[in-house]
């Protein structure tokens, strides 16, 4: 079973540009999330999406936004970039509704803020 | 009152002793206390997680002890080998909670280095 992939891995951005990146979730999970990772800050929570619909959202400005298709994957988008958005951009699905609570983690996207 | 505390921030451990790495947290509606383990270059994968119904889980050398009067829990890694090392997160959530199921608050993390 394929785990879960995040595109692009690797991306070099300006400040003020945008940025999407996309995860696919592990066939079968309805529940995308989005965490920013950090060395200052730790694994920090974005948004979630199950069925299309954001469930739950952290503590980041309107800057960050995401999306959920009909087949689950999901996009996130970071708009006016700030040096402060470098961060690796990790996607986790889980399978809500089998109360393991156990996320699945995707190797991430790094993105550097110049 | 959504924080969890993670200590200590780095440790050393000689090949078959015993790593131990303590959370603190205040939300007594946390219900979900899993432990993530991290490689460099990859995404955190589940390493063994508790719910609060019980004080120990055990599984294989890893141990989670919970102490729910403290709102406190810990991960024992026994007889450490140097596979072991790489960066160990707790975290916590309200999963029982509505919609707060892909929701995990973290740790700080701990980089765990065994020495051969």
């Known amino acids: 079973k394929a785990g879960v992939t995040q595109t692009p891995r690797y991306l070099i951005k300006t400040r003020g540009q945008q940025v999407t990146l996309s995860c696919s979730p592990i066939s079968g999970h309805r529940s995308v999330s989005w965490y920013q990772q950090t060395p200052g800050q730790g694994l920090q929570f974005l948004f979630e999406?199950?069925?299309?619909?954001?469930?739950n959202k952290g503590n980041f400005p309107g800057r960050f936004s995401g999306r959920q298709f009909s087949n689950s994957r999901s996009e996130m988008n970071v708009s006016t970039l700030e040096l402060g958005d470098s961060a690796l951009y990790l996607c986790a699905s889980s399978f809500y509704g089998k109360n393991t609570g156990e996320l699945f983690f995707g190797e991430g996207s790094r993105l550097t803020v110049l | 009152q959504q924080q969890v505390k993670q200590s200590p921030q780095s440790l050393i451990v000689q090949k078959g002793g015993i790593s131990i790495i303590n959370c603190a947290y205040e939300n007594t509606a946390f219900d979900y206390f899993p432990w993530y383990q991290q490689f460099p270059g990859k995404g955190p994968a589940l390493l063994i997680a508790?719910?609060?119904?019980?004080s120990e889980k055990k599984e294989g050398r890893f141990t989670i002890s919970f102490n729910k009067s403290a709102k406190q829990f810990s991960l024992h890694i026994m007889d450490s080998q140097p596979g072991d090392s790489a960066t160990y997160f707790c975290a916590a959530s309200n999963y029982g909670g509505s919609n707060q199921g892909g929701k995990l608050i973290f740790g700080q993390g701990t980089e765990l280095s065994v020495k051969p």
């Open positions: 508790i719910r609060p119904d019980v």
């Open positions: 999406y199950f069925s299309e619909t954001q469930r």
